[in-house]
């Protein structure tokens, strides 16, 4: 079955960077495009970013675009997120997510296949 498995989280300054990580197993990687979301307390998911299957397009929201890059090692099945000038805003659980069918943008905005999520907590 899917299996995507999130690291890198954790407490940094305003200001600091972050590299989150996301393993992904129990599908063809290559095949689909990946998501980065992330879920504040008391909030509901944020998608914030996504990467088409062949690692050429990449889309963010506003809240992020210009400090975060994501980025994929389809021959490692493995999805990055680069977060710099991270924010107190910043702050949520982050998980990365599969794509809703082969080579397709579309997502379920339930999120049914993503990861247990890695914490990124942005505090002085």
């Known amino acids: 079955q899917v299996q995507l498995v999130e690291s890198g989280g954790g407490l940094v300054q305003p200001g600091e960077s972050l590299t989150l990580s996301c393993t992904a197993s129990?599908?063809?990687?290559?095949?689909?495009?990946m998501f980065w979301v992330r879920q504040a307390p008391g909030k509901g998911p944020e998608w914030i970013s996504r990467?088409?299957?062949?690692?050429?397009?990449?889309s963010y929201a506003d809240s992020v675009k210009d400090r975060f890059t994501i980025s994929r090692d389809n021959s490692k099945n493995m999805l990055f997120l680069q977060m710099n000038d991270l924010k107190p805003d910043d702050t949520a659980l982050y998980f990365c997510?599969?794509?809703?069918?082969?080579?397709?943008?579309?997502?379920?905005?339930?999120?049914?296949?993503r990861g247990q999520g890695t914490q990124v907590t942005v505090s002085s």
């Open positions: 997510a599969k794509g809703a069918g082969k080579f397709s943008s579309m997502y379920d905005e339930a999120w049914p296949e």
């Open positions: 129990g599908f063809t990687f290559s095949d689909y495009w």
């Open positions: 990467i088409d299957f062949r690692n050429r397009a990449t």
